[in-house]
């Protein structure tokens, strides 16, 4: 036993799951945790809004596969970073908010302390995975191992731990501090597998869907892709799973106009927004079979499939594998040509996204296979789920289906601190982008070298384009008023330039990569001049 604060034990227990790095904003209830912070020698990263830590707590787990830990003050602190914690519960990111309480005397007597909330916990549980109350140190190391353990556990996701704000300075023996392994994944059913061979050896244009369930199953989803000639295709969070430059990894666009003769949907940790929800695709096709490989056995309720393996994505596309080799498949006479002119026609199509993208293509074309680049609710962003290619996991982070406004440039700054040796872009907006201007200040204090692209049209350009289109011109609160993002980015010590035309664009994008500190491209864009991105995401029945 040793003597520690709970703010120490806290901490203790962080370091003891491998966390060197803390994104956070101190207030009056948590000094004594960045106190013990301090102590510990962690590299804290101090944001200008909680939800600026939220976010880079989400880049850094969701770019690096390891949890995000940020902490916040309780009530307001917390509310104002739950858009980051439910964009890491959509998006089944480990990440870890830790935030005080009013002290422990006043706990629940609502009498209006600072900070105090109704329910903090109850709040919370409703968008993470797993909250707690660390109510004396010794509490401490049993807790903190139980958030991890739930956040790498089956479905990942977020954690939040509370402590009463009397408590982090209180000090008490505490045990050293516990590390708890994941719970272990239930195993692929054999008859299951069986079965879902047997699915497949009487298909004749199978199709694969991955999403981030299946990062770490890569190796096993293209070998069984490559087995069945299936094209492989993700919406966000799965792609790079197989490369877009593998024949078979495909984009959605390519991959829909492949839809109306799939006879069998293979989904393997996704939740099948695509073909299954009804909000992106418009429909199956008729006598459609499916197979679901997921961890969560509550994916299987939402959506009923013909088989239903509830298994970790790795080992249980492993198992289908063999399954397949034992049982045979005799591949489609002319599926790969197919497969081949459906990429080809796909990606002549979506050149007429213009501006976005002549800006995207350029973008690739610099970029190496390994940077990391996050999008935002814009029009380029919007492009760049098709338009953008993804060769690697981890490298395109997107906000999946919260759809959080504001997330890009944020999660951009966490991806970087987390992966300083790789380049770092966040393509975003004027809108989104001035959601967390502020943090051009986090980016000069630190050296968080992002390079951020803010594609200026003045405007909500999406929300505009659709009033006009639905209300007989009339737009409402769309139309924005900016500043000088250049003069503005120089202001906090950035370095910045202006872009006007694509054609100008590659230099300055060369230069901004180079530069390495952080730098801000304005690039201008008339407004209302964008090619609608929709037709790709939300396309019409054939």
Not at 89 to 95: L, R, T
Not at 128 to 146: F, L
Not at 223 to 230: K, R, V
Not at 442 to 455: D, R, S, Y
Request: net charge neutral; aromatic share 8%.
């Amino acid at each position: 036993m040793t003597t520690l604060t709970g703010g120490e034990a806290i901490v203790s227990g962080l370091v003891a799951h491998g966390v060197d790095t803390v994104f956070g904003l101190p207030g009056a209830q948590v000094y004594g945790l960045f106190d013990a912070f301090h102590q510990a020698q962690l590299k804290v990263i101090g944001a200008r809004h909680e939800q600026a830590c939220g976010y880079m707590a989400f880049g850094y787990a969701r770019s690096s596969g390891r949890p995000g830990v940020f902490s916040v003050v309780p009530g307001p602190g917390v509310l104002n970073a739950s858009a980051a914690l439910l964009t890491a519960f959509g998006c089944n990111e480990p990440v870890l908010c830790v935030t005080g309480q009013v002290p422990t005397q006043f706990l629940g007597k609502g009498r209006g302390h600072l900070h105090e909330m109704p329910d903090q916990l109850a709040t919370l549980r409703t968008y993470v995975k797993w909250a707690d109350r660390i109510e004396y140190p010794g509490n401490a190391p049993t807790i903190v191992a139980r958030a991890f353990q739930e956040m790498m556990s089956g479905r990942r996701g977020p954690a939040s731990v509370e402590m009463p704000w009397d408590v982090f300075t209180q000090r008490a023996d505490t045990a050293a501090a516990q590390v708890l392994e994941p719970l272990p994944a239930p195993l692929p059913d054999p008859d299951l597998i069986k079965k879902a061979a047997a699915l497949i050896k009487s298909s004749k244009a199978p199709m694969i869907f991955v999403g981030s369930g299946a990062i770490h199953a890569g190796e096993e989803i293209l070998e069984l892709a490559e087995m069945i000639d299936a094209p492989v295709v993700a919406f966000r969070s799965g792609r790079g799973i197989v490369s877009n430059a593998h024949e078979l990894g495909l984009t959605m666009a390519a991959a829909y106009r492949l839809w109306p003769t799939t006879d069998l949907m293979i989904a393997v940790g996704t939740r099948a927004e695509l073909p299954a929800s009804g909000f992106r695709w418009p429909y199956q096709p008729s006598g459609l079979k499916s197979i679901r490989i997921d961890i969560d056995p509550a994916e299987m309720r939402r959506i009923i499939s013909d088989v239903a393996i509830v298994a970790d994505a790795k080992a249980g596309t492993a198992d289908l594998v063999a399954a397949v080799r034992k049982a045979g498949y005799a591949r489609t006479r002319g599926r790969r040509e197919a497969i081949r002119q459906a990429t080809a026609t796909a990606q002549t199509e979506i050149q007429r996204i213009q501006p976005q993208m002549a800006y995207l293509n350029i973008l690739r074309e610099v970029l190496p296979a390994n940077a990391i680049v996050t999008d935002e609710l814009s029009q380029v962003g919007f492009a760049s789920w098709y338009g953008f290619p993804v060769y690697q996991t981890r490298t395109f982070i997107t906000s999946g289906y919260q759809g959080t406004l504001g997330s890009g440039f944020p999660t951009a700054l966490g991806a970087k601190v987390a992966n300083p040796d790789k380049p770092v872009v966040a393509i975003t907006g004027d809108g989104g982008f001035m959601f967390g201007v502020q943090e051009l200040s986090t980016a000069v204090q630190f050296n968080i070298g992002v390079v951020t692209l803010v594609f200026n049209n003045n405007a909500y350009g999406n929300v505009r384009r659709d009033q006009r289109e639905r209300f007989d011109g009339r737009v409402v609160a769309s139309d924005l008023v900016n500043p000088d993002f250049v003069k503005l980015a120089e202001s906090f010590g950035v370095a910045a330039a202006r872009v006007t035309a694509p054609d100008q664009f590659r230099a300055v994008l060369e230069k901004a990569l180079a530069h390495g500190g952080p730098y801000l491209v304005s690039v201008e864009v008339t407004r209302d001049s964008e090619v609608s991105p929709w037709a790709f995401i939300h396309p019409p029945k054939p």
